[in-house]
């Protein structure tokens, strides 16, 4: 790297890790794979810095790499490596009011979609990114994203016991 770009790299990833860090959690549904994301995705842009560091909007830049990266995850043959003959006991569930019992149920439901659906409702929804954005990001077309929204909601509709909103769609 030239003189201070390995500065400007390192004070704009620790100034966006919390950021990049709620993203992977949001679309891996774990800690420990979000931090394999985040990881991957500061590695990748540290590689291209040069390049990124002259997008006219470096958020959306890195978003984008940590998005394609977790849609693009399971393509990778390390991905259908299985350690654990079954999976450990999820966290105990607090008790004391719905909200973490709702949050785990929609991420356990949301956990069940397609990567590119998950990717799409999160962008949408959370990050409220309008629909060319979310198209940018996931280099698709707009009815694509547009396709994922409507199919991914059904889906959630399904899964979270809302027949009659799923089949409205």
Not at 24 to 31: N, P, Q, R
Not at 120 to 148: I, N, Q, W
Not at 150 to 166: F, K, N, Q, V
Request: hydrophobic share 40%; net charge positive; with cysteine.
């Amino acid at each position: 790297m030239r003189d201070g770009a390995e500065e400007e790299y390192t004070e704009y990833v620790a100034a966006r890790i919390p950021a990049l860090r709620r993203l992977a959690f949001l679309l891996a549904g774990d800690e420990h794979r979000a931090d394999d994301l985040v990881q991957q995705t500061i590695t990748t842009l540290y590689l291209k810095w040069r390049r990124a560091s002259a997008a006219a909007n470096l958020d959306a830049y890195v978003r984008t790499m940590l998005v394609r990266t977790y849609v693009d995850e399971r393509r990778l043959a390390w991905a259908r490596v299985r350690l654990f003959r079954q999976a450990p006991e999820p966290p105990p569930v607090e008790s004391g009011g719905g909200g973490v019992e709702d949050r785990q149920v929609v991420r356990a439901a949301l956990g069940r979609l397609p990567r590119r659906q998950q990717a799409v409702l999160v962008l949408r929804f959370f990050y409220d990114l309008p629909v060319d954005d979310v198209a940018t990001t996931l280099g698709c077309s707009t009815g694509t994203v547009k396709s994922h929204t409507s199919r991914g909601l059904a889906t959630l509709r399904r899964l979270l016991g809302e027949p009659e909103l799923a089949a409205a769609n």
